[in-house]
């Protein structure tokens, strides 16, 4: 097929041109020809001028293939191999079994009425059930929608009517959240509808509810309904409709989680999925590998970090609990010899801290892997020493750009594994960019901007924001202030909505985040702008300590850094803290660091 041929600028040139109504195959072969020129004569040039532009080819095309037909080839590859372990349910499927219940639900789903393009929404923990929708859906021809389970009813309430959910599923309940509770205060109708046809005024879009669950609830289908409903001979129909699901097509929706405003929803489709999890997969060698995941499935380091590597690769996933729980992914790494973990940053402070309580025999582990969030080469080196890995892998990317735009590779040097996030991804252009748009020689810090395959299709329902994150000329702007080098490895320096001003120095937290984090009485650090009357911004640093240790102030730090860091970015301000505030996928509030400070 004719998409297994096409590379960087030349994949994003033929979707723009095809789009026309007038379009032939003289047209089509013509503009493939100009645009893989155009891009080789660029990347020539701007190596000459120094410019911070790279086109990264691989030998390999990229596949033209729906999630669903990646699932019946990981079935008939891999067939007897463990494609998920959940050791909180106690549930085990091969990637042969997976198959038979993923067309179960995908039925299921269609015989509830949902019709392909319709959105399905997945909120709850990492639960067996939630995988299997989300290839369910996948195989349905429908588009999965990944909600946060910390969600309150306002905020799931928007997400349902931002992409027009017709079926939600979740479990019945996670930590303190009923999810029917919830769903009830926002469609009171709820308790008195037919099952599988709610009639809702506050969401007119909502059809069904299914639930994890072996009570019946007023209103809502049972998991084990849906899945009787999908039963043969209906999903047998499953398979003669992959040939009809393209692959440029939608999959997924991702809410940004962004720490400010309501968050966009940005749609992914099969291609970007598939070759993602192909790329990554290859870079961290993950045949027949056994996965530790601790991120939740919802967020794109779970569904497209992990679940698509595992599958196109035939890795085991190994889901140690619901939400995160330090100490049982440490026994779930023993019980189930898993090689590799998945985690944040953050998650990783939190295991090494209970690793050095609990001290398990770690025999089996080989691979970390971190993202969602930048990682402290103090913390690298900490991840190495006290988990006993051999190898620390980084995957660097943002939801709009399915996830793994750089990520660490085989052979690495220790400098470029601490002091990186790794080399370009396969098959896509980066460049680094100034205000003006213009870009900057190589090693000089400006906006990293991403083309290719592995861009999103937009936000939904917001051209407006589309249009000011992915350009005409399909450049995705991340908002990452980026150092590109010549050899296609780069380092992030920050966000450049995080970057501060004091006293009309431009600072980046990052840097300073980096350098506190090697004392050795600091575990964790995060800096935040704060206002001063006089600077305009003054620095504070939030900082974890490690047990035991000393009490942190001003002084101590101010002494630390004396000599090693410019006197304009040592932190004025120094707090102590037991906890950061995170969202469920990681990452830092730093907002309510402010809220914070500002109490104080």
């Not at 995957?395 to 750009?401: D, I, N, R, S």
Request: hydrophobic share 35%.
């Amino acid at each position: 097929m004719i998409g297994s041929h096409l590379r960087c600028l030349n994949i994003q040139f033929y979707r723009s041109f095809t789009s026309s109504k007038c379009w032939t195959h003289s047209q089509s072969s013509s503009v493939r020809s100009f645009s893989v020129t155009s891009a080789l004569e660029y990347q020539r040039k701007s190596t000459k001028d120094n410019l911070s532009y790279i086109c990264n080819y691989s030998k390999n095309p990229l596949v033209y293939r729906n999630i669903g037909q990646e699932l019946e080839r990981a079935a008939a590859e891999y067939g007897s191999t463990e494609a998920i372990v959940s050791c909180h349910e106690a549930k085990r499927y091969t990637f042969k079994s997976l198959l038979d219940v993923v067309d179960r639900v995908a039925a299921g789903l269609l015989r509830l009425g949902l019709k392909k393009g319709d959105h399905v929404g997945l909120c709850g923990p990492n639960n067996v059930h939630w995988y299997l929708t989300m290839m369910g859906a996948s195989r349905a021809g429908l588009i999965s929608v990944g909600i946060n389970p910390a969600f309150q009813a306002p905020e799931l309430e928007y997400c349902l009517k931002k992409v027009n959910v017709k079926a939600l599923v979740s479990p019945l309940t996670h930590k303190s959240q009923n999810f029917y509770d919830i769903v009830h205060s926002i469609c009171p109708e709820l308790g008195s509808s037919e099952k599988g046809h709610i009639k809702s005024t506050n969401l007119p879009h909502l059809k069904s509810l299914i639930i994890d669950t072996d009570a019946p609830l007023n209103g809502a289908l049972t998991f084990n309904d849906l899945l009787e409903m999908g039963s043969h001979p209906s999903k047998e129909d499953i398979t003669k409709l992959q040939s009809f699901i393209v692959p440029d097509s939608p999959c997924n929706v991702q809410f940004t989680s962004g720490t400010t405003g309501q968050p966009k929803a940005a749609v992914l489709s099969h291609f970007s999925f598939v070759n993602n999890g192909i790329h990554i997969g290859n870079r961290n060698k993950l045949n027949g590998e056994r996965i530790c995941v601790q991120v939740p499935l919802f967020h794109a380091f779970g569904v497209v970090v992990t679940i698509m590597p595992a599958l196109t690769h035939g890795a085991t996933m190994v889901l140690p609990s619901a939400g995160f729980s330090p100490e049982d992914s440490l026994k779930s790494v023993v019980a189930e010899k898993c090689t590799i973990i998945h985690g944040t940053p953050t998650m990783y402070v939190d295991l090494i801290r209970k690793q050095k309580e609990i001290n398990l025999p770690l025999q089996t582990l080989r691979m970390a892997v971190t993202a969602g969030a930048t990682c402290s080469p103090q913390l690298f080196i900490d991840i190495q020493n006290d988990l006993g890995v051999k190898e620390v892998r980084t995957v660097f990317g943002l939801t709009e750009g399915t996830a793994g735009v750089f990520q660490s590779s085989p052979g690495d040097t220790m400098d470029q594994v601490l002091n990186t996030v790794g080399h370009v991804q396969d098959d896509i252009e980066v460049k680094v960019i100034d205000s003006d748009g213009n870009t900057v020689p190589f090693g000089e810090p400006g906006e990293l901007c991403v083309r290719g395959y592995l861009t999103m299709l937009g936000y939904h329902k917001d051209e407006e924001k589309t249009k000011e994150t992915l350009g005409a000329d399909k450049w995705l702007h991340t908002g990452d202030q980026f150092v590109l080098q010549p050899d296609g490895y780069g380092r992030i320096v920050g966000r450049l909505k995080e970057m501060l001003i004091r006293g009309g120095e431009n600072i980046f937290p990052r840097e300073i985040e980096d350098f506190l984090n090697t004392h050795e009485n600091i575990m964790e650090t995060h800096v935040i702008g704060v206002p001063d009357e006089r600077m305009g911004e003054e620095i504070c640093a939030f900082v974890r300590l490690h047990d035991n240790s000393q009490p942190m102030n001003r002084e101590i730090v101010k002494q630390f850094c004396k000599g090693k860091l410019a006197h304009f970015k040592v932190p004025r301000y120094v707090v102590c803290v037991q906890e950061f505030p995170k969202t469920t996928s990681g990452k830092i509030q730093k907002f309510k660091l402010l809220e914070q400070f500002k109490k104080l």
